[in-house]
């Protein structure tokens, strides 16, 4: 938006004559520059440029004011608009204050354009996308890597892990025309490849084992959605239907538990338990994250910008927002019965002795006349506030500790689910206090009924359960919040997409149309954002830097034809992530060194044109999970609950009260992957804090990259990396047999899969020398191998 009186927006430098574009050349805006705000300027106070009665209005006075040829210049502090801005002004409004524009390249049509012809050899098409590039700016590509980097880095970006000696010795020893290929088919098989892509995709899901907000308590069945993710991805789930079933698996027909796990994907939004809070505020909050969410992953849109207003640079109306936002106003949160495999049986065996015994513990503590009029009691506050002040506080914490607590206690008992009986028994045996006289509670005697429960439930056999939302069978209206507050409410809107789109299909608009309509084939964002957001985690930078916002204010595609024909293939191929990644890992581009490039580095720091391949440090997660690999501690098993490793003394007590508990793991389960650490939202595990993992209250596209000195020291002292270092140096010493030189060379086949040269066996030498003088041999082994996992080189993807 410009305003006289105003900001004016920056457009690109180097305006030659020809017809503006407005969204290229007026509207991309950064406002930086306040125009108008002092003295004599206030003439054209609150004047919007974005809208032509009113530009027209004051178009005279515009290009005097900025160019500085009358008495008054805007901005009157700061810099002034440079020839080419004022020059770009002038040329619109001479046009007539045109608006219309061309549609934005992401919201066209996808394309399937041909493939380029090139003078070098390439190996797949991708190849010819970027050497017609690279031709174009006379920048030759980079000599392929050597095979020991190959493996090496083609084993972490489709597993996560580095090779083991034995599968680098066996790459370097196969001399078939075919080896790197046999070995990407043999990572792509691997169950771990599951795990390495599912971090990225939990990313986007903002997954976390907590609720967030001030009590932030752990949510014990969240990993069943993590491990869902884990499996789809495993047997290559077409894309589709990944979208499909976690956006709507609970409407599809013949349903079944997994369909409703995947559902487990909106239930990551935060959850807050303050007293004192509208429980209703905040089930809208998570509504509008789910549908800004819905925006950033699958569109690659900044949907939740026109939360208060119509988006800014992009055609997203609020009331766009808002008829999104009722395709999740309908769900409710529930927790269902998801047994594990093993769990069903041994749990049917025990049920009708463990219902019996409970039974006759409630009527012996004569709990079912107590849970009445504790419900009678929680019923009267909610219908009549502000009666009774302490009845008042027992309604607000019940809200805020039972799912769908109001609706639960107005149901009929008779019609309420086991669950919802259960949640409703233990919460009033619980908080009797919150509600009656401590007196009154004392009668029932609750605190040996606690302990005898408690008892009973820890010797009986039990299921899992799962996370899910399903349709609530009485449904608020949407409404567009007025400047997007929750109390205000505007039109009443029903269920429907953005108008810039295609339309939803006739019929009924649930989320299972909305869902179908984002994997659409006329749908021009889905693909792109996917195959752009998998070359992002292939090649360290999506063709699309800005992976989270394809809008007029996200970057222009760096290889756009390239993109486009990625889309298609994607398409055409089933939706199959896992023929995507092997169709950019087995190209030459992929291939390259990655050496730095002095002489291209000028024209192309950002090495957006993949003259090389990039250099970067490995994920948080992966840090943790090599030096734990390379040592011989990590346990490989895939799937399964969250796990407490060790950290830092004090790291939990900085929740509310101290509140959380870090019950640290112990036997495998403190060596399990990041992947698997218990992700607590107001006090996360350090070392993945510390490596830039995201904060999980927000969907996540692209981690940030930093490197600070707090790295370094976590790499050191951490009581997990030191550990690491002593199995590493158990591990040389006990697997390796002879000299010093020998057992080097096999530290070097377990951290960076090489061998050292002549320099590194010359320093370490002396460093294992002095150190086994100091302290003896044990030692020594133990501060090199605290070396070599502190090397840039071991926590770097070349």
């Known amino acids: 938006m410009l305003r006289a009186g105003f900001l004016l927006l920056f457009a690109v430098s180097g305006f030659a004559a020809g017809r503006v574009d407005f969204a290229r050349d007026i509207q991309p805006i950064l406002e930086k520059r306040c125009f108008g705000c002092h003295g004599p300027q206030q003439q054209m106070k609150g004047v919007r440029l974005d809208r032509r009665e009113e530009a027209l209005k004051v178009s005279a006075k515009i290009v005097p004011l900025v160019s500085g040829k009358g008495p008054i ?19 619109w409004i001479d046009e007539g204050l045109v608006y219309q524009t061309a549609v934005h390249w992401s919201f066209a049509p996808i394309q399937h354009p041909a493939v380029p012809k090139v003078k070098r050899a390439t190996r797949n098409p991708i190849d010819n996308f970027v050497l017609a590039k690279l031709e174009s700016e006379g920048i030759a590509p980079s000599r392929e890597a050597d095979k020991q980097t190959l493996l090496r880095r083609l084993s972490l970006d489709l597993t996560g892990l580095i090779p083991s000696p034995d599968e680098m010795s066996t790459f370097l ?7 790197y290929e046999r070995q990407v088919d043999r990572l792509l098989a691997s169950p771990h490849f599951g795990e390495k892509w599912a971090r990225q995709w939990l990313d986007l899901a903002r997954y976390a084992d907590s609720d967030g907000y001030e009590k932030d308590r752990s949510r014990p069945w969240a990993w069943r959605y993590r491990e869902w993710v884990i499996d789809a991805i495993n047997h290559d789930m077409p894309y589709d239907e990944f979208t499909v079933e976690q956006l709507a698996g609970d409407l599809l027909p013949n349903r079944t538990i997994d369909n409703l796990i995947a559902t487990g994907f909106n239930r990551n939004t935060l959850t807050n338990r303050e007293g004192g809070t509208d429980p209703e ?14 925006g950033t992953v699958w569109l690659g849109l900044t949907v939740g910008c026109a939360q208060c207003h119509d988006h800014k640079y992009d055609p997203i109306k609020q009331r766009d927002f808002y008829r999104l936002s009722a395709f999740f106003n309908t769900q409710e949160e529930v927790n269902i019965p998801a047994p594990e495999p093993g769990e069903l049986g041994p749990y049917l065996a025990a049920k009708p002795g463990y219902d019996k015994q409970r039974r006759e513990l409630l009527d012996e503590y004569q709990i079912s006349r107590l849970q009445a009029e504790w419900e009678d009691h929680l019923r009267y506050a909610a219908l009549h506030p502000g009666e009774h002040q302490d009845w008042d506080f027992a309604y607000g914490e019940f809200t805020h500790n039972v799912d769908n607590a109001r609706k639960v206690l107005f149901l009929d008992p008779a019609k309420r689910s086991e669950v919802q009986q259960l949640a409703m028994r233990d919460y009033a045996i619980s908080s009797c206090g919150n509600l009656f006289p401590k007196d009154y509670c004392n009668g029932f005697k609750l605190g040996d009924l606690r302990s005898k ?8 056999a039990h299921i899992s359960f799962a996370p899910v939302l399903l349709e609530n069978d009485t449904p608020p209206k949407t ?19 953005p108008e810039f ?17 984002i994997v659409a084939p006329e749908n021009p964002l889905t693909a792109r954002v996917e195959v752009n957001r998998i070359w992002q985690e292939v090649f360290g930078r999506g063709l699309v830097n800005t992976s989270e916002d394809f809008g007029t204010q996200g970057d222009r595609p760096s290889h756009p034809e390239l993109l486009d024909w990625l889309a298609t293939e994607f398409v055409k191929d089933g939706w199959s992530r896992k023929q995507m990644v092997r169709l950019m890992v087995t190209s030459a581009t992929y291939r390259q060194s990655s050496a730095a490039r002095p002489d291209v580095a000028a024209k192309d720091p950002e090495n957006a044109l993949l003259s090389r391949m990039s250099r970067l440090r490995l994920p948080a997660e992966l840090v943790r999970d090599e030096a734990l690999y390379a040592s011989g501690l990590l346990d490989l098993r895939i799937g399964g609950k969250s796990v407490r490793p060790p950290q830092p003394k004090g790291v939990a007590e900085l929740s509310y009260a101290g509140s959380v508990k870090w019950e640290e793991s112990t036997g495998a389960d403190r060596y399990r992957r990041g992947l698997y650490i218990h992700f607590q939202r107001t006090t996360p595990y350090p070392q993945l804090t510390n490596f830039d993992a995201p904060s999980a209250s927000l969907s996540c596209s692209r981690r940030k990259r930093t490197d600070t000195p707090l790295q370094a020291l976590n790499l050191m002292n951490d009581p997990v990396f030191y550990e690491a270092a002593q199995a590493l140096a158990y591990r040389v010493t006990h697997e ?12 070097f086949a377990l951290t960076l899969g090489r061998e050292p040269n002549a320099h590194e066996r ?12 100091a302290r003896g041999e044990v030692s020594a082994w133990l501060e090199v191998s605290r070396v070599l996992l502190n090397l840039d080189e071991f926590i770097t993807k070349e």
């Open 453 to 460: 429960l408690s008892k009973l439930t820890a010797q009986t």
């Open 736 to 747: 390796s047999t002879g000299a010093f030189g020998e057992r080097l060379r096999f530290a």
């Open 73 to 91: 210049v805007m901005p009157p502090i700061g810099a002034r608009l440079t020839a080419d801005e004022v020059a770009k002004l002038k040329a």
């Open 501 to 517: 789109l295609p339309s939803l299909p006739a019929g009924p608009a649930t989320r299972l149309t909305l869902a179908k309509w």
């Open 479 to 497: 409404y567009i919040h007025v400047k997007g507050d929750w109390r205000e409410h505007g039109d009443e809107v029903q269920p429907g997409t």
């Open 173 to 179: 020893s196969d001399t078939r025309p075919d080896a």
């Open 762 to 773: 010359e320093r370490l030498g002396k460093y294992y020398d002095d150190a086994v003088q």
């Open 281 to 294: 505020q905040f089930r809208d909050e998570q509504v509008l994250d789910r549908t800004a969410t819905l």
